[in-house]
């Protein structure tokens, strides 16, 4: 999921929740994580361990004011079902 989409997400998870985005730097970090590459190899196997590299990433580096593990599983379902359709 691209920085842009996570950024769409958490202001519709915001909306929802009554949270608001406070750290714009764990959204990059997340997405970052979910498409990292090494002298251009991926460094995931599957799209279900750049799932949870997003999740683990958004767990642990708090983008929301609140509830940010539910945010965090929510993104990588999103994640996991875009790429499950592509």
Aim: negative net charge; charged residues 20%; contains cysteine.
């Amino acid at each position: 999921m691209r920085t842009e989409q996570l950024l769409i997400v958490a202001q519709r998870f915001c909306e929802a929740h009554r949270v608001r985005i406070v750290n714009y730097s764990a959204l990059v970090a997340a997405s970052a994580a979910a498409h990292a590459r090494i002298d251009g190899i991926a460094i995931h196997d599957n799209i279900y361990q750049a799932a949870a590299s997003l999740n683990d990433v958004l767990t642990k580096v708090e983008a929301l004011s609140g509830n940010n593990k539910e945010f965090a599983a929510i993104c990588a379902k999103i994640y996991l079902d875009s790429q499950e359709m592509a």
